[in-house]
């Protein structure tokens, strides 16, 4: 199974910066990614809302990408139609921080994730459609929010949802299993989006929100046994 390769730019100014060694150390044997580069200056938006539009971004994000790659931009500015990832060319995309970013760090979500997870999309609908062009893209994802790498997210805060525990849902899933995709596919494919996951830190924060009376109670108990603990310690130590 040969692996996608992925160039990574950086378009403009990154009111979110991100760490290009997390995303070179990702490990994945269905993409590579074998170039990171930067677009320093984006021009004034022409679209209404201070938007950019598909030209405007492409002006500075020029496509180079052939059949078997992608062309991965990250930017921090609105883009057209309220799109938050939007397909450039048949190769080429371009992914918005301007909402997510502040709604990842309210969550205390990595951008890092956020990206990997768009690139697993990615990388999913060029597998089963040879492009990530809009109009293959539109036949791929869905409106509804269901916890799927395919979700589309039209309410941003489901963006984050999504990222809870990514998978694949049931219908996304037959669709794969249909498709003509090398052997073994769709199993990595979702052996590698379950660990895009929160951190052993945050799952404990998200636990502690989530059930703050079973939290007292289990900090409660940690704390005596820890106590007896102690106190048996002490004594046996006193009675050598």
């Known amino acids: 199974m040969s692996r996608t390769k992925i160039e990574i730019c950086s378009v403009g100014h990154q ?3 991100f760490s290009t060694r997390i995303l070179r150390k990702w490990k994945s044997e269905l993409f590579e990614v074998t170039e990171f580069r930067d677009v ?3 021009p004034n938006s022409d679209g209404d809302d201070y938007t ?3 030209e405007s971004i492409a002006n500075v994000f020029p496509v180079t990408s052939t059949e078997d790659s992608i062309q991965f931009g990250i930017c921090s500015v609105p883009l057209a139609d309220s799109f938050y990832l939007r397909p450039l060319s048949e190769h080429s995309c371009i992914l918005s921080l301007s ?3 502040l709604l990842l760090q309210a969550q205390n979500r990595r951008i890092e994730d956020f990206i990997l997870k768009n690139l697993y999309l990615a990388v999913g609908v060029h597998a089963l459609k040879n492009s990530i062009g809009l109009e293959q893209a539109l036949q791929v994802v869905h409106d509804e929010s269901r916890g799927c790498i395919f979700d589309m997210n039209p309410n941003r805060a489901d963006a984050v949802f ?3 525990r990514l998978s694949l849902c049931a219908d996304c899933k037959a669709k794969l299993q249909r498709a003509s995709l090398p052997h073994g596919f769709l199993e990595q494919f979702e ?3 379950r660990r895009i996951r929160p951190s052993l830190y945050q799952r404990i924060e998200a636990f502690v929100k989530k059930q703050p009376l079973v939290s007292i109670l289990v900090a409660v108990v940690v704390g005596l046994s820890l106590e007896l603990l102690g106190n048996f310690v002490y004594d046996w130590l ?3």
Request: hydrophobic share 30%; charged share 40%; aromatic share 10%.
């Open 15 to 17: 009111k979110f910066p």
């Open 40 to 42: 320093q200056l984006l």
């Open 52 to 54: 950019y539009s598909d």
């Open 99 to 101: 909402e997510l970013g």
């Open 162 to 164: 999504s990222m809870e």
């Open 191 to 193: 052996r590698e989006i």
């Open 238 to 240: 006193r009675g050598r």
